[in-house]
């Protein structure tokens, strides 16, 4: 099985860090509308007052973005964009509902987008409508299904938000199949570190493919070799940014198991430099180890070890 998708911490951050280009993406009509050169503002200590955390959850972002309109009206734009990773019948009912919360509170007309980010073909909804003994109203709102895009557009113009939603989908494709996510991934990071991109979006975009296409230690370190020799073959600048990110941020944000797989992984790489093929067979032992200091450790000693016999009498049993 692969690791958990951290769908939710992925698309939160590509909202904050690609808005222009996600809308340009998702909604150019409403991209269009908005003056980019003006500076704009995530209210996220107001969205919060206005959806309770009962009513937050996982595979769901909501955000609330204030931007400056392009046609020159003094008032700003409120945009709510909500992005839906599974299927979720409430959603229209939940829009409507937000809706209404927002206009209470800022006394202003939101412009409502969701995307539907599932892998429901059919699921489709656009609408909330209600009509009790002639009273009634229908809200609709725009909607953008991650795979409906066309991504070649994108890419050729090196929107990032392009590859992140490359690695969405394939993370949705790969759900159990280890092995074949791990080949996607290797295709996808490949393909985005010879881009062109600048060094520092690429390291923005590595981390959100790391987050979804997260893959069981094992896989990880099978991945992280086939780039290493991805790179000697084509002498590849930008190869060291993924160890990097992986050393410094771990899978999730830093977490102690995204920091000992950097270390397993960056030793392993050191054997198989070190001593050649025969370093494979240490490829377990150094998987098992779950001591930071310790491959630390190992990782300083092996610059100094005569041969392969004597590192692995300096292992742990």
């Not at 790969?174 to 791990?182: A, F, I, L, N, Q």
Request: proline content about 7%; some cysteine; glycine content about 6%.
């Amino acid at each position: 099985m692969n690791e958990p998708v951290q769908y939710d911490a992925a698309w939160k951050l590509t909202l904050e860090q690609f808005l222009p280009d996600f809308l340009s993406l998702a909604f150019p009509d409403i991209a269009a509308s908005i003056d980019w050169s003006a500076p704009f503002t995530f209210l996220d200590t107001e969205l919060q007052e206005i959806v309770p955390d009962s009513e937050s959850g996982l595979l769901r972002v909501d955000k609330l973005i204030e931007l400056q309109r392009r046609d020159g009206l003094p008032e700003l734009l409120l945009i709510h964009a909500e992005i839906q990773a599974q299927r979720d019948d409430d959603l229209p009912q939940r829009m409507f509902r937000y809706f209404c919360r927002i206009m209470d509170r800022f006394k202003r007309f939101p412009v409502s987008v969701a995307v539907l980010a599932d892998p429901v073909p059919n699921w489709r909804p656009s609408r909330f409508s209600s009509d009790e003994l002639g009273c009634g109203v229908e809200f609709r709102f725009p909607v953008c299904k991650l795979s409906d895009l066309d991504l070649e557009p994108g890419l050729a113009m090196g929107n990032p938000v392009a590859r992140v939603i490359q690695a969405h989908r394939l993370a949705q494709s790969t759900g159990g199949k280890p092995s074949e996510r791990r080949k996607g991934k290797f295709g996808l990071v490949r393909d985005l570190l010879t881009s062109g991109m600048p060094d520092r979006e690429i390291r923005k975009v590595l981390r959100l493919m790391h987050w979804l296409l997260a893959l069981p230690p094992a896989e990880e370190l099978t991945f992280r070799q086939d780039l290493g020799r991805l790179g000697k073959e084509m002498r590849m600048p930008n190869l060291s940014t993924y160890d990097r990110l992986v050393w410094e941020e771990g899978r999730v944000e830093g977490r102690q198991e995204g920091r000992l797989l950097g270390l397993q992984s960056t030793l392993g790489e050191q054997v198989v430099h070190r001593f050649g093929p025969e370093g494979f067979l240490l490829r377990e032992r150094i998987e098992s180890i779950q001591d930071e200091a310790k491959l630390r450790s190992l990782a300083r000693t092996i610059v100094s070890t005569t041969s392969l016999e004597d590192f692995s009498q300096q292992m742990p049993r």
